[in-house]
């Protein structure tokens, strides 16, 4: 089974920053940053990152080489990336907001790191790490007097633009990184397919290290807009809504469970600021649609949802879908839609065949959008691998995901392969119980972990966000009954006020199970 995407030209070097350098030189007076009241013009923008990457040229950190980047969100972070985009290297995001001892493990995860970007804030949290940790501020007079103008360097569609972190099955992240024309794919299909043009402004809401920000924190400047950032290491819904009430916020990109805080946000203060957004643009883990139903059908609400699937190994999103068209009715689980541009949706069984049309398989991407793989690891690796199509080879990536393709031809996604675990004899995912709590009367929002006993048997155990008062367990038990069998039913029920985040804005199930013990 194959879902194929749209067949869209890309001119013959789809490198990302010629998109920026493009609008610096038609529009080079347009707002291209704001970040704590300060803001930057696009040739200001242009003529500083151009500084930097002369820097990096003349120390031989050109193409190729692998930047790491370890600022706040600032205008300094934006002339980091696309100074060292425009050197012909890739940048690496560390994440200040990462304790101290994972921003630690991943430094010394990265081969060949050229040296690392930081400030008098962040200098001190990479400051252990084999390769030199460079100030920005402390070079601002230096770089003042090197050339504005554009380094001449070649970069190609293949070359690596950045490499992120994800995590690994042994407990080790990887890093995988992403080339250009992926990168430039990715954005070019967000341009033409919603329309996304000088207008649509965005504010970036998620964490630095998460996959999803790099295309939140690169897509506005692709297009001619203005890019907001937060002045907050953390996500703050109160500072971020607050952007959104003041300023002309056209999109915003973010994993779901941010999106639900913001919308709770909303309702609690009557407000109306998500409601005038053109796109959220969100996705990264199993919808809770019903967290949205209510806010999506208020009155004047001209908000487009757009629910998407991806992975960081193939440019973070391969597939989208307008949530005005979920009929809980019609669809027990929202679909994640069709492919992006230049991108294909394999359904492929354990011998790497394709499965029957609606049958169920692993979710694999072939395309312009697969990554150039892992840059630290080994056997990781042969999850890039190549299928024969119409008796031609294909590079795919094997995300993992099992999935089938509904009538209507959209990807339905339904779990992990590797989240199932074997309870009492049987395989089951503990999103299947997820979405069965949230059907029942009360729920406002659930999420089941999975911990083991002092014998070593699995056990499921569920915490409920209740919409009021603290729910019975005996009730939700018998709920659950009625569409579950007993051996997918928890065997405890906590109550909790939220369900915690990660830095990255998606469930912290790690801080779920060690709330169990």
Not at 90 to 116: E, H, N, S, T, W
Not at 156 to 161: A, E, R, Y
């Amino acid at each position: 089974m194959i879902l194929q995407g749209k067949r869209v030209a890309l001119p013959p070097a789809p490198v990302v920053h010629r998109q920026f350098e493009a609008h610096a030189r038609s529009t080079p007076d347009a707002v291209a940053v704001v970040w704590a009241g300060r803001q930057v013009t696009y040739a200001e923008l242009d003529a500083k990152a151009n500084r930097f990457a002369h820097w990096l040229g003349a120390r031989g950190h050109g193409r190729g080489a692998k930047v790491g980047v370890c600022l706040d969100y600032s205008i300094d972070m934006i002339v980091a990336i696309l100074g060292t985009l425009k050197a012909g290297a890739a940048y690496v995001p560390f994440d200040p907001a990462y304790p101290a001892a994972r921003l630690q493990l991943l430094l010394g995860q990265v081969p060949d790191l050229a040296l690392i970007v930081a400030s008098p804030a962040t200098a001190g949290m990479a400051g252990s790490a084999s390769a030199d940790v460079i100030d920005l501020e402390q070079l601002s007079d230096h770089l003042a007097g090197l050339p504005a103008t554009a380094p001449d360097v070649r970069v190609t569609g293949d070359d690596v633009c950045y490499a992120v972190f994800t995590s690994g099955s042994t407990g080790t992240p990887k890093l995988t990184a992403v080339r250009h024309e992926g990168w430039f794919n990715l954005m070019n299909w967000l341009r033409l397919e919603y329309g996304l043009d000088s207008r649509s402004n965005n504010l970036v809401v998620s964490a630095f290290g998460f996959d999803l920000s790099q295309r939140a924190l690169m897509t506005a400047l692709f297009c001619g807009a203005t890019q907001y950032l937060l002045a907050s290491r953390n996500f703050d819904a109160m500072m971020a809504y607050r952007i959104l009430n003041e300023h002309e916020i056209r999109t915003v990109h973010c994993a779901s469970s941010t999106l639900y805080l913001l919308v709770d946000w909303e309702t609690a203060r009557g407000g109306d600021a998500l409601t005038r957004l053109d796109y959220v643009l969100f996705g990264g883990e199993a919808l809770k649609a019903e967290r949205l139903t209510d806010w999506a059908r208020r009155e004047g609400n001209t908000c487009t949802l757009l629910h998407q699937y991806g992975v960081a190994e193939c440019t973070d999103v391969a597939t989208s879908y307008d949530l005005a068209a979920y009929r809980p009715g019609e669809h027990d689980i929202p679909p994640v839609g069709k492919p992006a541009y230049n991108t294909d949706i394999h359904l492929l069984d354990e011998d790497l065949r394709g499965v029957a049309p609606g049958e169920q398989g692993e979710i694999c991407i072939s395309g312009a959008s697969v990554g150039a793989g892992y840059l630290n690891t080994g056997p990781e690796n042969r999850k890039f691998t190549t299928i024969t199509v119409d008796g031609a080879p294909r590079r795919v990536y094997r995300t993992g995901d099992r999935g089938h393709v509904n009538e209507a031809g959209e990807l339905i996604v339904l779990g992990r392969i590797d989240a199932q675990v074997k309870v009492r004899g049987m395989r089951i995912d503990p999103t299947d119980i997820e979405r069965a709590l949230a059907r029942l009367a009360g729920v406002r929002e659930a999420a089941v972990v999975v911990t083991y006993t002092g014998s070593g048997e699995a056990e499921l155990v569920a915490f409920v966000v209740p919409a009021g008062e603290d729910l019975d367990a005996n009730d939700l038990r018998t709920g659950l009954l009625e569409t579950l069998p007993r051996n997918m039913v928890p065997a405890r029920f906590l109550n909790i006020p939220r369900i915690p985040l990660s830095p990255h804005g998606k469930a912290d199930r790690a801080a779920l199970v060690d709330a169990c013990v």
